[in-house]
């Protein structure tokens, strides 16, 4: 009878967790990349703002009288190229926050068909440093400073007149 007890104990466990893990992903299906704020956020076609996690592109200041800060619109233009219109997936950070404290929601954005990581391409192409002030996944975190070295290696984006 102990032994029963287990095993429908555990095909419970499972049912219940299989049935979490499947509204967590259909709560994230067919997500559609709007439109993009800057160089690190972007809006989804479900009205969320997300900021993506791992960057910081420089702000364009939209709300100040203050002009963009330096290569602003070149990063803003680049996620914009990349990302406006297509379909995309969610992740989450496993050991930090979800939200900001703007509300946004904080994610590795995948872009589909090819499954494209978005942060890690702005990363890659010199429109931010690894942004580390928050802690984030160490996988993330060492796929993005390799990234960065790249980047800086071969002069690219923001790197481009640095003598380092």
Not at 29 to 41: F, Q
Not at 49 to 76: K, Q
Not at 112 to 128: A, Q, T, V
Request: glycine fraction near 6%; proline fraction near 5%.
């Amino acid at each position: 009878m102990n032994s029963k007890l287990k095993t429908v104990s555990i095909i419970l466990f499972i049912l219940v967790l299989s049935a979490a893990i499947l509204l967590l992903i259909s709560q994230d299906k067919n997500l559609r990349v709007k439109y993009t704020i800057d160089g690190d956020t972007i809006v989804l076609n479900d009205g969320r703002h997300v900021r993506l996690i791992g960057i910081d592109t420089p702000e364009m200041n939209y709300r100040s009288p203050t002009p963009p800060e330096p290569f602003a619109r070149e990063a803003t233009r680049f996620t914009d190229s990349l990302a406006t219109g297509r379909l995309c997936y969610l992740v989450y950070n496993s050991t930090g926050d979800k939200v900001d404290r703007y509300g946004r929601t904080l994610a590795f954005v995948y872009l589909l068909p090819d499954s494209m990581l978005l942060n890690g391409e702005i990363i890659k192409n010199g429109y931010s440093p690894v942004f580390d002030r928050y802690r984030f996944d160490p996988e993330f975190l060492a796929l993005f400073r390799k990234f960065e070295k790249q980047a800086q290696y071969r002069k690219l984006g923001m790197w481009h007149n640095n003598t380092n």
